[in-house]
């Protein structure tokens, strides 16, 4: 069936560390794709998104393409930052349902 | 997007008790979500609820634990009922704003304690 599988963590970098999460999707068709973020203590929040196969979804520094050839949506930022820290999650829409990945809690630290 | 407010923002309950989580949103949409999220945990998808309409639930999820209001385009309720420890969690709602390319955005969230 449809399903998500992110990079489990937790990951711990260093500020200025380069990050990926990795994240690949079983689904039939083309689905939306999502990084969602819950920052501590907060509510989930969109952080990007991709629509179609080669979309690239970027905000706050965040990267993630949509590859159909590997059915994957890695979300990477170049330079993190300590309020970056939070749990990322990856997602997929099949018609009006989302379905979330386990998530995968990023620490930064100074 | 979407402005999306739950009340309460959390609560702390004594099992066997039921809690009524409310859901208001800023426009008026047409789908609104309710997800649990377990401690340490993904969201999972209680039930779709539409104005007008009975609540869909997903596998797992029944009425009678989780019954659901929807009066009007810009509101909902979930309700927890018979509460046990197993039902702490936070619970979400969401709004899809379809025109706004498919995003469902998320509300604060409820912190709930079953004590």
């Known amino acids: 069936g449809n399903s998500v599988t992110q990079m489990e963590g937790p990951v711990t970098l260093s500020e200025e560390a380069f990050l990926t999460i990795n994240c690949t999707y079983t689904?039939?068709?083309?689905?939306?794709l999502f990084w969602y973020v819950q920052y501590p203590g907060e509510g989930l929040q969109l952080l990007l998104k991709a629509t179609k196969a080669d979309d690239k979804g970027s905000n706050k520094g965040f990267e993630a393409t949509y590859r159909k050839e590997t059915t994957s949506f890695h979300l990477e930022k170049g330079s993190v930052q300590v309020s970056d820290s939070a749990v990322y999650f990856c997602?997929?829409?099949?018609?009006?349902?989302?379905?979330f990945g386990a998530g995968t809690t990023v620490t930064v630290r100074a | 997007s979407a402005v999306i407010s739950q009340k309460p923002s959390r609560d702390i309950c004594q099992r066997g008790t039921s809690l009524t989580i409310q859901c208001q949103v800023d426009?008026?949409?047409?789908?609104m979500f309710w997800y649990r999220q377990q401690p340490g945990q993904s969201l999972t998808l209680i039930a779709t609820?539409?104005?007008?309409?009975?609540?869909?639930?997903e596998s797992g999820f029944v009425i009678d634990k989780f019954p659901i209001s929807r009066p009007n385009l810009t509101f909902s309720t979930l309700t927890v009922s018979n509460m046990s420890p197993e039902d702490s969690s936070i619970y979400l709602c969401s709004v899809d704003l379809r025109d706004l390319g498919e995003t469902q955005y998320f509300g604060p969230g409820t912190r709930l304690l079953v004590l």
């Open positions: 689904a039939t068709g083309y689905p939306s």
């Open positions: 997602a997929y829409r099949n018609d009006y349902k989302l379905s």
């Open positions: 609820a539409n104005q007008g309409s009975e609540a869909t639930y």
């Open positions: 426009s008026q949409v047409t789908m």
